[in-house]
């Protein structure tokens, strides 16, 4: 992955919002994105960060304002395999073992030059559990399973919809580091959470929902 | 950055289904199953005359072969779509569609080749004329990856609704009609010892075509599915 300028403008919505059944989910939000950045999605239960997250992978249509990726008006096939979304539901197969989970991902998405399923299984902590099915891994651990297409795949923008639920302290730090490296590798990430983030790469950008 | 390349997310995306199916094996034998028992039960019905049995084999293997493979069709979409995998699928860089008729061809592989392995069987149990037996093969090669193909537009257009088994059934066996007459003719056909190439190749034209378009309509109809 080349490293990009650490002022590139990757990801900019303009009065971005999005009505369910006529009724808007949430109020009209304007933010920008640069590489290298963190943004925080803040919200209420309900407030329509995981809808917001949807849009901006894709898998929801955009209702009413723009969005833009790299300048240019954001659409599958400007933006595809450069964004990756990790929702509530992980897209682990049960019966596949977090090693073939990853090949799958790999096969499908690409994978970063210098890096193994192996490497990265021991990097996120699932030591000793690659060939284990993922239906008898801990809850934490199949959210490490998930994660671990993070360290693999090759993405600019990551969007996390509640990467620390269900990880145990060592993994929320882990989590934070993980996204310490990529945003000082040029990447950037949007990140919805109700704990405490402690991000040590500068000062995240907030987005605030209203409902 | 590095893309996989299409050969590669084929193979990904195929390897992934059958290996799935494979660790459920359990589940591939159950449509054989069936099959064999609703074959079974005709010549306790209708008594165990030769002449009867022989003139219906033919239809009874297609239909029966038909519902054993409506019975394994609903599952097609409905786990990936509830542990989120297709939500993965549909975000990669790989067209949709195409990726889509792999796990169409998976399932296929997985339900449909057990039933036709199995169809000489069915076929002595009910004296079809041995002779007939390789017309009935070729017309079960090209009726049931239609029926398959024809399913998952289906199974894509009901996904997310709750209960959708008895939907799918209700909206996809009168769409089988067509295979079904073509597929029992060139078997009657060859019972009489007549041409019987003229219906293989209407399933032939009919499948073509389902290959190339069914997969769109799935891509098209997952999208939306996501989309609510």
């Avoid at chain 2, 590669?8 to 589940?27: E, Q, S, V, Y």
């Avoid at chain 2, 209700?170 to 073509?182: D, Q, T």
Wanted: proline letters at 6%; aromatic letters at 4%.
């Amino acid at each position: 992955m080349t490293v990009a300028d650490p002022a590139t403008l990757l990801l900019e919505a303009r009065a971005l919002s999005f009505h369910r059944q006529d009724e808007p989910v949430f109020a009209p939000l304007s933010f920008q994105l640069k590489s290298g950045e963190l943004a925080l999605v803040e919200g209420d239960n309900g407030s329509g960060k995981t809808t917001l997250l949807r849009i901006l992978a894709g898998l929801l249509h955009v209702g009413d304002g723009e969005l833009f990726w790299r300048g240019q008006p954001m659409h599958r096939d400007t933006c595809a395999g450069d964004v990756l979304f990790l929702g509530h539901q992980l897209g682990l197969k049960t019966d596949l073992s977090p090693r073939e989970n990853l090949h799958v991902a790999a096969g499908l998405h690409g994978r970063h030059p210098e890096k193994t399923s192996a490497t990265v299984l021991a990097d996120i902590g699932l030591c000793g559990y690659e060939d284990e099915p993922v239906r008898r891994l801990s809850a934490g651990q199949k959210k490490r399973a998930a994660l671990a297409r993070l360290l693999l795949l090759p993405a600019t923008l990551w969007l996390l919809d509640e990467p620390y639920a269900n990880l145990d302290r060592v993994g929320i730090a882990m989590v934070n580091r993980l996204l310490e490296q990529h945003t000082a590798e040029g990447g950037a990430a949007l990140v919805t959470s109700h704990g405490s983030v402690s991000f040590h790469g500068g000062e995240p950008r907030h987005i605030r929902m209203h409902a | 950055m590095k893309n996989p390349g299409l050969a590669n997310a084929c193979a990904a995306m195929l390897r992934r289904d059958l290996t799935l199916a494979w660790r459920r094996r359990g589940d591939i034998a159950m449509p054989v199953l069936y099959a064999l028992i609703v074959t079974m039960l005709f010549p306790f019905a209708l008594g165990p005359e030769d002449s009867l049995l022989q003139r219906i084999a033919g239809g009874v293997i297609l239909v029966t072969i038909l519902l054993s493979m409506l019975l394994a069709l609903d599952a097609l979409f409905s786990s990936d779509i509830e542990d989120g995998s297709l939500e993965q699928l549909v975000l990669a860089p790989q067209p949709l569609a195409l990726m889509l008729g792999m796990k169409i061809l998976a399932h296929w592989i997985t339900t449909a080749l057990p039933l036709i392995v199995a169809t000489p069987l069915l076929a002595a149990m009910l004296h079809l004329p041995a002779a007939v037996i390789p017309v009935l093969l070729l017309a079960l090669l090209l009726a049931t990856p239609l029926l398959s193909l024809l399913g998952a537009v289906l199974v894509a257009l009901t996904a997310g609704t709750r209960r959708s088994g008895m939907l799918l059934a209700l909206m996809l066996l009168p769409l089988c009609v067509p295979a079904v007459i073509f597929a029992a003719g060139a078997v009657a056909a060859a019972q009489q010892g007549l041409p019987w190439l003229a219906p293989i190749v209407w399933l032939a034209a009919a499948l073509v075509l389902a290959v190339a378009l069914a997969p769109l309509a799935c891509a098209a109809a997952l999208r939306i599915a996501l989309d609510a």
